[in-house]
């Protein structure tokens, strides 16, 4: 599918002179769940928000201290599943939380029937009030909207809410009252089969996984994704795809914008437009120029030592990046009490358009394949019931 990708090289790397990274937060079990940490996003201020994956959380973190305080149960009454990425809504300071109920499914199978259960009326995309704990549904299955497993958020300036679809392989959109659609279908997003790559050589599930992350630019130009559906394992299956944003809102045709990289679960842009890329695989992050010409590796677990474990969601807080570690594959595997389950912070890092290597742009010789078969996917048109309208 991808020809002509240059391979990051992390023996010729160097770290920018006075570099650092170190935990700033760990959580702890609940009895046997472990507290391992997932989405990150900012107070607004000087503060962070993490999402516990397994015990379904939210807490505020101090990275200045380490002071943890519990802010929420999502989305409470009793549901489990997995709490995944979140996001600050920049018009009110309210967090948005998604949400995978738990089921029996399985959720790499081909046909991925988890995305035509029924009975599942809880998997969506949650607001949680930080101030009060408060927990209201925005977009759920309840409501009408065929969301399968929403992953990560990206919230623009006028609360526009944009959400990645790991089984669906799909971005969604919905304006702040939750009325929205599938913004962006385009095949670089889609899952491809993962026998014999990542899953099989880690001992997890084999299947089908497509778009994990989301980050807006911070001009309003672009929306960035990274998917874990290329070919390959620890130098493939991670892409980053760039998305032009149409003057009226809609999506323009996607370009990879940098590919030879480890599984995807954390993005980030910076002020300076700064593409950042958690490789899950590698437990490495990457930084990219706004040009995609600049490549800087900037934290990694086996070349520095870096306390990284599955380098998972990101946020640039401060001039510094913060990333929590997920453990991803210890879990798949049974060894949870291995997980460092820690938010790490990342400094004095440089940039990739000072300090980085020239990386030809990837060519894209031959155009991906259709990746999902019809009985994969919610009869179209996907739209809110609750308004039926397009963002």
């Known amino acids: 599918m991808l020809v002509g990708v240059l391979v990051p090289d992390k023996s010729s790397a160097q770290g920018v002179p006075g570099r650092t990274a170190r935990t700033v937060a760990t959580f702890d079990f609940a009895g046997d769940v472990p507290g391992v940490p997932e989405g990150i996003t900012t107070d607004g201020r000087a503060g962070l928000y993490v999402s516990l994956f397994l015990l379904d959380q939210i807490w505020h973190v101090n990275p200045a201290t380490g002071e943890k305080k519990k802010i929420a149960d999502v989305p409470g ?10 996001e600050r809504d920049p018009t009110d300071g309210t967090i948005l939380a ?21 009975t599942d009326t809880a998997t969506g995309v949650y607001r949680v009030n930080p101030q009060t704990g408060a927990v209201s549904p925005f977009v759920t299955r309840g409501m009408g909207i065929p969301l399968c497993f929403p992953d990560d958020i990206a919230v623009d300036r006028t609360g526009n809410v944009y959400v990645s679809d790991l089984a669906l392989g799909v971005i969604w ?17 889609g899952w491809t089969e993962q026998s ?33 559906g290329g070919p390959g394992g ?28 480890g599984a995807n679960d954390g993005l980030e842009v910076g002020p300076d437009g700064t593409i950042y890329f958690g490789d899950t695989y590698n437990s490495d992050v990457w930084a990219f120029s706004p040009d995609g010409t600049r490549r800087l590796l ?9 306390p990284l474990d599955n380098a998972t969601s990101l946020v640039f807080l401060n001039g510094c990046l913060y990333e929590t570690q997920l453990g991803f594959f210890k879990l798949q595997q049974g060894k949870a009490k291995e997980t460092l389950r820690n938010v790490v912070e990342i ?17 894209l010789e031959v155009s991906p394949p259709t990746p999902r078969p019809p ?3 919610p009869t179209y048109p996907l739209f809110s019931t609750s308004g039926h309208a397009k963002p």
């Open 298 to 306: 900037v934290a990694s677990r086996d070349h520095w030592g870096d």
């Open 98 to 118: 998604a949400f995978k109920k738990a089921t029996k499914v399985e959720l790499f199978a081909a046909d991925h029937p988890d995305c035509r259960d029924a």
């Open 77 to 86: 009454g009793g549901l489990k599943g997995d709490l995944i990425g979140i």
């Open 347 to 363: 400094c004095k890092f440089g940039s990739p358009a000072a300090n980085g290597t020239y990386t030809p742009r990837p060519v």
């Open 234 to 261: 620890p130098t493939g299956s991670g892409l980053l795809v760039r998305i032009p944003i149409q003057a009226d809102g809609s999506a323009g045709k996607a370009d990879l914008f940098a590919a030879g990289l």
């Open 375 to 377: 009985s994969a996917r």
């Open 173 to 189: 959109k919905f304006d702040r009252a939750g009325h929205g659609a599938v913004w962006s279908d385009d095949p670089l997003l």
């Open 196 to 228: 014999g790559t990542w899953n099989a050589r880690n001992g997890t599930p084999v299947g089908y996984i497509g778009v994990n992350t989301v980050a807006l630019s911070p001009d309003g130009r672009y929306l960035y994704a990274g998917t874990d």
